[in-house]
């Protein structure tokens, strides 16, 4: 699968999902961005620990989106 920031940054695009949901989801899991540090990152504009792919992904198949890595 590809980098669930890339598959985040689509679905962002084309309105399928909302950041705020995103968001919400990734704390869930133990993601500690504040939203504009996340949605930095799914943009590729800031860099955060390599644990944060997996974390993202995992949001993102709560949002119901095959992110797997």
Partial sequence: MEDPRRTARNLIRHRTIDLED???RY?????????FELDAYIFEVQERHPFDLRILSWALEDLGVDAAL
């Fill in 22 to 24: 995103l968001w919400i």
């Fill in 27 to 35: 704390w869930a899991h133990g993601g500690n961005a504040p939203i």
